[in-house]
């Protein structure tokens, strides 16, 4: 947590304290869902599977590898080529899958059909949801009496399991 007030960017002068998720060990909150899932769920011998444009599945493939899992992690062709090595640095199987996030993710959904995999949703399933929202039980205390809540938005996850 950094803290800092209003006053350094030309405001008035208040508290303002700054959640540096950039610094966990996969470089986002995203591992908290990704480890939460592989808590709460019965991984089956296929292990498990993510569509990911990059933070997500390198998230997984961190989760995956400290349960000892196999993990196929898909992506489409525009996922940075350095969230592609860091997928493959965790030990994951990389699936290019289409031009966009919607192909990686049907072929990632005929995959875990298929192979009988565990699919882990990036936002859109309730064990991701708990272990994102993890960051605002942090927070209530870190931050005693917190008012206001700026979170970026991508999918959701984060804003929706803090919101829970």
């Given at each position: 947590m950094l803290a800092l007030d209003g006053s350094d960017f030309g405001l008035e002068d208040?508290?303002?304290?700054?959640?540096?998720?950039?610094?966990?060990?996969?470089?986002?909150?995203?591992?908290?869902g990704a480890i939460t899932n592989l808590l709460l769920r019965?991984?089956?011998?296929?292990?498990?599977?993510?569509?990911?444009?990059?933070?997500?599945g390198v998230a997984v493939a961190f989760a995956a590898r400290k349960f000892s899992v196999p993990a196929r992690i898909f992506v489409p062709r525009v996922a940075s080529p350095e969230k592609q090595k860091r997928i493959l640095a965790h030990g994951a199987n990389l699936e290019i899958a289409g031009d966009r996030y919607a192909e990686a993710l049907e072929a990632c959904r005929v995959w875990a059909e298929n192979a009988g995999a565990l699919p882990i949703h990036a936002f859109d399933q309730e064990e991701t949801l708990l272990g994102q929202g993890t960051v605002g039980l942090e927070l209530e205390k870190q931050v005693p009496g917190i008012d206001t809540l700026f979170v970026a938005v991508g999918g959701g996850g984060l804003i929706g399991g803090i919101a829970v």
């Open positions: 208040f508290p303002l304290r700054l959640r540096l998720e950039l610094l966990q060990q996969t470089g986002s909150f995203k591992a908290r019965d991984v089956a011998t296929a292990g498990v599977t993510a569509a990911s444009g990059g933070n997500h």
